[in-house]
């Protein structure tokens, strides 16, 4: 198991910063990837960003890019998610994912790609 914890979401207003935390715990070293997904009210789960559990790999989502930073500490087992120039588009709730198996780009970015997850941390983006 790898039970994931997430936090720092809250409400900023359009044009600020967020920072999200996942912390990691268990069988931390099966990690291959992680990966930061969201969902708003009526959508699907859409994926926004991963990076390996080395750091050496990271991935975007378009809607993303250039706004929102991925990185990790190892030693502290957590995944950061930085989030600049917030939209009210990103208003969802954003959930951290652990894939235990190597993963390409293509699995890496999807729902089905990852094995664990947290429960959510909700961030709000006012206009």
């Known amino acids: 198991q790898v039970p994931l914890v997430e936090s720092g979401g809250g409400l900023v207003q359009a044009g600020g910063s967020l920072r999200l935390s996942c912390a990691a715990s268990?069988?931390?070293?099966?990690?291959?990837?992680m990966g930061w997904f969201r969902q708003a009210p009526g959508k699907e789960r859409e994926f926004v960003s991963a990076i390996s559990w080395s750091g050496d790999s990271t991935y975007y989502a378009d809607s993303v890019k250039g706004r929102f930073t991925i990185s990790i500490d190892n030693a502290k087992n957590t995944v950061y998610l930085q989030m600049n120039s917030l939209k009210p588009e990103d208003t969802a709730v954003y959930c951290c994912?652990?894939?235990?198996?190597?993963?390409?780009?293509?699995?890496?970015?999807?729902?089905?790609?990852?094995?664990?997850w947290g429960q959510g941390t909700q961030v709000t983006v006012s206009s």
């Open positions: 994912a652990a894939s235990i198996r190597p993963r390409t780009r293509a699995a890496a970015v999807v729902v089905s790609g990852y094995d664990y």
């Open positions: 268990g069988r931390t070293f099966s990690i291959y990837t």
